[in-house]
């Protein structure tokens, strides 16, 4: 299985993301600060594949803290937590991962508090370590679970349009919506995918066109603008995308240009699902408007593998992020279950369901 991130004793494997498809080359990040740059640089990327990584990022440098007072030690790890926290905004996995590791620590700190301050110090090393191994395997066995829960979903012959990358590269391994494409396919049906280029940074064409090559799932390319005619053609029988959060009334912030694709879904009526891990749902706010929305470099719009394709001096405005509103969405399929219109309700009561996956895988 295709696995973007490893802990190792050298460090935190990444695999970076900004070479591929033309080269398959691994980044070891020997600090946390380098694990925190390689989340910003987008070496990693996807909501999932970035909690994991701040996740074994916090650990990384818990290892090498030198702190000898339990104090010091904490003042550390805060310190480290405060560094992923203001890497990037929109995807609630990574404060959703940093809040895990705090609680881990605070649960070692009060069930060992007998041992002496050196040793209880190695005790919570050890089990933030661990803590982070946990939290990829848990997200190898949610995805596993949203292609269960998804893929009866997935017609057979179907053509299935995607945005962005919601692979095994975004995730721990598997994949969201791929993993729902990889589970159909291997319920034996035939599905042939449509995958959208996704500008600016082309994560389409760049990697989930990698992926499904790798796995023999015949895919075509199409840019962004072509949607609303292969539609009106009849040759889409259903969308399906990741999320990088979703309010708890269905409203969902995904990769920029996902909204206009469920607008275009809505006029010719195709399904519209979302594929996403509970941790990607936020039951704390009510709405998308309150889901922040990360802007990033206009250089990603002005150039292409670095190289200028607009006049100089030329603005671009570069919102990462869209929110497509709930009424546009058919369903969210999570490793909980599917949920349906009303979305509070069905999230709300989803949230209450036991996971059908290994809780410590």
């Known amino acids: 299985m295709l696995k973007p991130i490893a802990w190792t004793n050298k ?17 070891t990040c020997k600090t946390y600060q380098a694990v925190a740059d390689a989340i910003r640089r987008m070496v990693i990327r996807g909501a999932p594949a ?6 074994m990022g916090i650990a990384l440098g818990i290892r090498q803290s030198s702190a000898k007072d339990l104090k010091a030690f904490e ?16 995807a609630v996995n990574l404060f959703w991962a940093i809040a895990r ?32 191994r946990r939290i990829q395997a848990e997200d190898i066995a949610q995805n596993q679970a949203i292609g269960r829960y998804g893929a009866p979903l997935i017609p057979d012959r179907a053509h299935v349009l995607t945005h962005c990358n919601a692979g095994a590269l975004a995730t721990g391994g598997f994949g969201t919506a791929l993993g729902v494409i990889r589970a159909a396919v291997a319920a034996g049906k035939q599905v042939h995918v449509f995958a959208c280029e996704t500008r600016p940074y082309l994560q389409g064409a760049r990697l989930t ?24 053609l009849g040759k889409i029988d259903c969308v399906l995308v990741g999320a990088d959060r979703i309010a708890c009334n269905g409203d969902l912030a995904n990769k920029i240009g996902t ?20 941790t990607s749902i936020d039951l704390s706010i009510p709405s998308g408007e309150h ?33 497509t509103p709930a009424r546009l969405v058919t369903a969210i399929i999570t490793e909980r279950g599917l ?23």
């Open 11 to 27: 460090g935190v494997r990444i695999l970076d993301q900004r070479a591929l498809p033309a080269r398959e080359s691994y980044l």
């Open 50 to 55: 970035i909690g994991i990584a701040a996740a």
């Open 75 to 90: 003042a550390d790890f805060e310190k480290f937590a405060d560094t992923f926290a203001h890497t990037r905004p929109t």
């Open 101 to 132: 590791m705090r609680q881990c620590f605070h649960e070692v700190q009060s069930t060992k508090q007998q041992l002496a301050e050196r040793k209880l110090i190695a005790a919570i090393k050890q089990a933030l370590m661990a803590e982070a």
């Open 209 to 232: 066109t990698w992926e499904l090559q790798r796995d023999a799932i015949p895919t075509i390319l199409i840019t962004d603008n072509m949607v609303g005619h292969f539609m009106k």
């Open 259 to 278: 909204y206009t694709i469920a607008v275009l879904a809505r006029e010719h009526s195709v399904p519209f699902y979302v594929a996403a891990p509970f």
């Open 291 to 323: 889901i922040p929305i990360e802007e990033r470099s206009a250089e990603e719009v002005t150039h292409i593998a670095g190289r200028r394709i607009t006049p100089k001096n030329i603005p671009a405005a570069h919102p990462a992020f869209d929110v």
């Open 339 to 361: 949920a349906y219109p009303p979305f509070e309700e069905s999230l709300a009561r989803l949230a209450q369901a036991t996971p059908a996956y290994p809780a410590n895988s």
